[in-house]
């Protein structure tokens, strides 16, 4: 199918430290109605559904089989990505690009507050013989990460301080954001230590909430809606889990699904093709390090370009004007639907304070988060 995919529709909910007063059911139920909404669609207008789950985090098994009631998928396809949600979005464009489905939905949600003992969940992710005996917290990983990649580019736990400072503030201009503040980078830098160096601000705070997205091919787009965002590439890439076997300064997992998505959509230059981007900042070095393998920034001055503004929400290329993970809460793989979420609305016009203007090209960049090496990138666009 030669024609281009499209978002159609988006919906949420608000995010929070804790959702007790609703089920992850309501919550879907929300997104959804909320998205066919703004889809102009009904469920029965639906081909193909794509749902995020990974059993580990839900505490149920075959998860998926608790999605198509609330997202009106009953006997319809239901297609379930136990991966990151950029992964998913790229398997709602690949079903769509056979020519066998007009319109997809994509659903992601979190339920983190549920998990009690979230680090015993993660290290049955580590290597059962080589890393899992030593009982260590799996967040030591992000703290070795982050020891190499500062010493390495020359990038100062200054400036990671001074990411979470800046994801914090945005937020505040994000309605639906669950941890928006104003914090100074000393605030940061004397907080609780976690894994030298790594603190605790440093790391973005789970959070409850829901995300639906609809994708149409671009005829059937224009016919349903005035503002269609259109998919122009995608990317996926998986390295690794093994940190013994993996080059701990990159990402290369990032570099690979950028390059990818950069080919699809004919960028040859992000920094000048390209007008903001919603990048992973799980850990706040995170988002320095993916800036440089994305190649946003060259390795080594992504930190001294943040010092300068240049990727602040008035900057020369905007980085996470939604608050990011940090500003919003980490919602592990649904976390960068809420990047998608805020994509589309920035290329709309729809941001209302944080509105950049003039936007015509986004980057969505996402991690799957320890100890996986796996990233997705997605280019969107509002050009006809």
């Not at 998990?115 to 899992?132: G, K």
């Not at 100062?156 to 945005?170: F, I, P």
């Amino acid at each position: 199918m030669n024609e281009r995919v499209a978002i159609i529709g988006v919906g949420y909910t608000q995010l929070r430290p804790v959702s007790s007063d609703v089920s992850f059911r309501e919550m879907i139920y929300e997104a959804a109605v909320r998205a066919y909404e703004d889809a102009g669609i009904e469920p029965r207008d639906v081909d193909t559904f794509v749902a995020i789950s990974e059993d580990y985090h839900e505490g149920t098994a075959i998860f998926d089989e608790y999605v198509p009631d609330q997202l009106g998928a009953v006997l319809k396809p239901v297609h379930t990505i136990t991966q990151d949600g950029l992964t998913a979005l790229a398997s709602c464009v690949m079903q769509i690009k056979t020519g066998l489905f007009n319109i997809a939905v994509l659903e992601g949600h979190s339920k983190a507050s549920n998990i009690l003992y979230p680090s015993h969940i993660d290290a049955f992710a580590l290597d059962p013989v080589t890393v899992r005996p030593l009982g260590f917290n799996p967040v030591f990983l992000a703290g070795l990460e982050m020891q190499r990649f500062l010493v390495e580019t020359g990038n100062t736990e200054y400036h990671c301080g001074l990411v979470v400072a800046k994801n914090r503030a945005t937020a505040i201009k994000n309605p639906i954001a669950a941890y928006p503040a104003e914090i100074s980078i000393e605030d940061v830098l004397s907080s609780n230590p976690v894994s030298f160096p790594l603190k605790e601000l440093d790391i973005a705070r789970k959070a409850d909430g829901a995300f639906v997205i609809v994708l149409a091919k671009e005829s059937v787009a224009k016919r349903l809606s005035p503002y269609p965002v259109y998919v122009e590439g995608v990317g996926w890439l998986q390295d690794t889990p093994n940190i013994e076997m993996r080059d701990l300064v990159s990402s290369l997992y990032l570099t690979g699904a950028a390059n990818m998505a950069y080919r699809e959509a004919g960028i040859r230059n992000p920094i000048r093709e390209i007008d903001f981007a919603e990048i992973d900042d799980t850990f706040s070095y995170k988002e320095l390090q993916h800036i440089e393998f994305l190649g946003i920034a060259r390795p080594g001055e992504s930190g001294e370009m943040l010092e300068e503004g240049y990727f602040d929400i008035d900057g020369e290329f905007p980085v996470n004007p939604s608050g990011g993970n940090i500003g919003c809460g980490y919602m592990y793989d649904s976390s960068s639907l809420r990047g998608v979420y805020e994509a589309v609305l920035q290329l709309r016009g729809f941001a209302a304070e944080r509105q950049i203007p003039d936007v015509e090209t986004a980057l969505i960049a996402s991690w799957r988060g320890i100890p996986t090496a796996s990233g997705g990138v997605v280019i969107l666009s509002n050009r006809e």
